[in-house]
T-cell receptor
Framework: TQLLEQSPQFLSIQEGENLTVYCNSS?????LQWYRQEPGEGPVLLVT?????EVKKLKRLTFQFGDARKDSSLHITAAQPGDTGLYLC??????????FGAGTILRVKS | ETGVTQSPTHLIKTRGQQVTLRCSSQ?????VSWYQQALGQGPQFIFQ???????GRGNFPPRFSGLQFPNYSSELNVNALELDDSALYLC???????????FGDGTRLSIL
């Protein structure tokens, strides 16, 4: 089983600030997914990255997959209170089994 | 298009009891996976069903069992409940085994 380590565990910032969260492993991924989960709800898929070095943008969110496909980052520009939530990275193992990191709790204060 | 729905939303049980959680898959989805999410943790894979057959299992004891029905809805059964079973139980369905998973909002199970 691949172990996914996320950092930081918790982030509290002011509206308008930028931030980056990280997802690291000693294993090579065939693909990696980022989810956001709000209190009382299930995780919602934000993006899937597949190719080493790939960069994907989703409005103010930028996702990067490491060249060696062992790590990934999520950068948020000009954070807003609506970005508050738990950010999870996950890797697909055999048989469509998702292995998740422990997550980064983001709180954006207005 | 109806999303993944889970019932009940909240449940309180005592140690030793049994519980059944239900999941209605998104229309057209033949694969369902169940996850346990303890407070402050990421979801942990319990098992997956594909076309009514178990298609992979995580590191959970046999007292965690499941079913998938011909209409692709699903149940998670847990026997002999323990305090550590307190968690959010998430169901996710996908169009097929290698397709993106769509999560329900979960059932919050509390064991007293």
């Amino acid at each position: 089983t691949q172990l996914l380590e996320q950092s930081p565990q918790f982030l509290s910032i002011q509206e308008g600030e930028n931030l980056t969260v990280y997802c690291n492993s000693s294993s090579v991924f065939s693909s990696l997914q980022w989810y956001r989960q709000e209190p009382g709800e299930g995780p919602v898929l934000l993006v899937t990255v597949v190719t080493g070095g790939e960069v994907k943008k989703l409005k103010r969110l930028t996702f990067q997959f490491g060249d060696a496909r062992k790590d990934s980052s999520l950068h948020i520009t000009a954070a807003q209170p609506g970005d508050t939530g738990l950010y999870l990275c996950a890797a697909m193992e055999y048989g469509n089994k998702l292995v998740f990191g422990a997550g980064t709790i983001l709180r954006v204060k207005s | 298009e109806t999303g993944v729905t889970q019932s009940p939303t909240h449940l309180i049980k005592t140690r030793g009891q049994q519980v059944t959680l239900r999941c209605s898959s998104q229309s057209g989805h033949n694969t369902v996976s169940w996850y346990q999410q303890a407070l402050g943790q990421g979801p942990q894979f319990i098992f997956q069903y594909y076309r009514e057959e178990e298609n992979g299992r995580g590191n959970f004891p046999p007292r965690f069992s499941g079913l998938q029905f011909p209409n692709y809805s699903s149940e998670l059964n847990v026997n002999a409940l323990e305090l550590d079973d307190s968690a959010l139980y998430l169901c996710a369905s996908s169009l097929d085994r290698n397709q993106p998973q769509h999560f329900g909002d979960g059932t919050r199970l509390s064991i007293l």
